[in-house]
């Protein structure tokens, strides 16, 4: 059994009011509330830890060393990869993704090749691909998934080709929820020579995941998505990939030896790493990570469908609701919109309820042309989440509703 009243009492944030009601957080996909574990370990570092890493030869930076480096262990054994070198901290999902771009692009792009996306992505990455084939004369190509996650492999194929030299495609949409079969489009990739990177940012909390059996051969994810701090991310890269790609940050931390006519760089992770990074924002991601591996992933994942069976069931009977992306293979997001009324206007009246949702376009532009609204409500769901609170949420939309219809 999957106590839900148990995980919740580790999440303070939920103990509080809203505007003088319960307080229903809907904004998981944005980023996870986090455990007071987390919170704790951040203050602990700062009061007792305090120290800059890798180059003192003192107790407290040998401390925040271990502890720093501890995290990257447990980072590789979380998501399955061969080697701690594998894991490169960056500043969330988007920075890893740009830090890819440049780095990759400068070591494998030449003018006329091609990179494929589909056409539901994150604006993280859409524009740093945009940006690089603009400075190196490559082609920026996308491909269809239709709105419940299903992909167009006749259209994938016809625009995969010896050309195509990467493949970057989201595990699940961060605005429809629809988890994306990337096994089969990394096994195509392959097959044309392409490498293939997987945003997990919106996979990484609901999903177990090990990219040795997924064989894609670069992932990014954020620890805030993982109930972690903001602000941290992670990068994943094949060994043998990052030891060819040049570092995109020059500074501290990252050389080998400098002179005034030659630098060299020091192998993966650490030439990806410049400067001083987020120290207790990594070491409370280790926290997040334990909290994490307390639990009975596949009882997080079973809850979790519940809740989004059960709104998407509460939803269809909401008549004047049109709920967008309807599946069964999906994470907890729910994405709609009412005809008539701005997202914007239904989003504030639902704080006034207590409950916590995101409206706008989710950084999916592209996809909101589709569908042909501005924006919709996002309502995503985490492992603290009740099917109580969804009930809640429904009788509050009907409400706002019928005020805002007058």
């Not at 107790?59 to 594998?86: C, H, M, P, W």
């Not at 009977?317 to 069964?328: D, M, P, R, T, Y």
Request: hydrophobic residues 40%; charged residues 20%.
């Amino acid at each position: 059994m999957f106590e839900v009243q148990k995980i919740r009492e580790s999440f303070p944030a939920l103990q509080q009011k809203v505007h003088g009601k319960d307080f229903i957080y809907f904004d998981t996909a944005a980023t996870a509330l986090k455990p007071k574990a987390v919170a704790d370990r951040i203050s602990h570092h700062y009061l007792y830890e305090a120290s800059n890493v890798h180059r003192g030869l003192h107790f407290l930076s040998d401390q925040a060393t271990e502890n720093f480096e501890r995290v990257r262990k447990q980072v590789q054994n979380y998501i399955g990869a061969q080697d701690e070198s594998e894991i490169i901290f960056t500043r969330g999902t988007t920075d890893s993704l740009n830090l890819l771009a440049r780095s990759f692009g400068k070591a494998f792009l030449r003018p006329g090749d091609e990179i494929l996306i589909s056409d539901i992505e994150h604006h993280s990455n859409i524009v740093p691909w945009q940006m690089l084939c603009e400075d190196m004369g490559c082609q920026l190509k996308t491909f269809t998934v239709n709105i419940h996650g299903k992909i167009d492999l006749d259209n994938f194929k016809e625009n995969l080709s010896r050309k195509t030299k990467l493949v970057s495609i989201t595990m699940v949409s961060n605005a429809l929820g629809i988890i994306l079969p990337v096994e089969e489009i990394i096994k195509l990739a392959h097959d044309v020579g392409a490498k293939v990177a997987l945003d997990a940012a919106q996979a990484i909390p609901h999903q177990k995941i090990n990219v040795q059996k997924l064989n894609c051969d670069f992932l990014a994810f954020s620890a805030h998505k993982l109930y972690g701090p903001t602000g941290v991310g992670v990068l994943y890269g094949r060994s043998e990939q990052l030891d060819q790609m040049p570092p995109v940050y020059g500074g501290g931390g990252m050389i080998d030896e400098v002179s005034f006519l030659q630098t060299t760089y020091l192998k993966s992770p650490f030439r990806f790493e410049a400067g001083t990074p987020d120290i207790a924002g990594v070491i409370a991601f280790g926290a997040a990570i334990d909290f994490m591996s307390t639990l009975d992933m596949e009882a997080v994942v079973q809850h979790e469908k519940r809740l989004t069976d059960h709104a998407q069931t509460l939803l269809a009977h909401e008549k004047e609701v049109q709920v967008f992306g309807i599946s069964k293979n999906k994470d907890p997001i729910i994405s709609f919109f009412v005809p008539g009324l701005h997202p914007s206007d239904i989003g504030t009246l639902l704080d006034q309820e207590g409950v916590a949702v995101r409206c706008g376009h989710h950084c999916t532009q592209p996809l909101m042309r589709r569908l042909e609204v501005s924006g919709t409500i996002r309502a995503s769901f985490g492992m603290y989440n009740t099917e109580k609170e969804i009930e809640h949420f429904v009788q509050s939309l009907r409400k706002v509703i019928r005020i805002l219809k007058g």
